[in-house]
């Protein structure tokens, strides 16, 4: 998969939900996550390399909550992305997609995630309804899976 020509899930988000501070195309302060579906449409994936900033309570590891942000902001993606094609729509550079967002969010931390690394997330989408989605994620460094999750991620409508 060449995410280089890909179109970014965030980046077809209507105006008013662009401003997140993890994954927001127009916050000026943010970190500006991208997720990216598969050629197969099976998957979305996150590619991120942590600055040292990010740091959690051990030197060179992850601090705990960023990777719940990482989780966070690439769930509610994945989940805008999976509900959108499961109505048979395609993303394009002229999608308005709907959004998500959290309603629930449970990770497991299996090992410490290393500072200044590329860490990749990986999401499927395990139930799709109407307004709900629920996906599942794996956070991989260096080869090895750090952690998974699990979200239940509900649509909304725009005027929220």
């Known amino acids: 998969m060449s995410i280089d020509k890909k ?3 965030q980046d077809t988000y209507g105006e008013r939900f662009q401003h997140c501070w993890g994954c927001g195309p127009k916050n000026p302060y943010g970190i500006h996550l991208k997720s990216y579906p ?3 449409s099976s998957e979305c994936i996150l590619k991120y390399k942590p ?3 990010f740091t959690g309570g051990v030197p060179k590891n992850l601090f705990g909550g960023m990777i719940a942000v990482l989780f966070d ?7 805008a ?3 959108h094609k499961a109505k048979g729509l395609e993303l394009n550079k002229d999608t308005l997609i709907g959004r998500f967002i959290t309603a629930r969010l449970e990770i497991d931390f299996i090992k410490p995630t290393p500072m200044n690394e590329e860490i990749t997330i990986k999401a499927r989408a395990s139930e799709i309804t109407d307004r709900k989605v629920i996906v599942n994620m794996v956070l991989e460094a260096k080869g090895q899976v750090r952690a998974k999750a699990r979200m239940v991620a509900v649509g909304v409508k725009d005027n929220m």
């Open 38 to 40: 598969t050629d197969d």
């Open 51 to 53: 600055d040292g900033i």
């Open 73 to 79: 902001c690439h769930g509610t993606a994945s989940a």
């Open 7 to 9: 179109i970014a899930i």
């Open 81 to 83: 992305f999976f509900a």
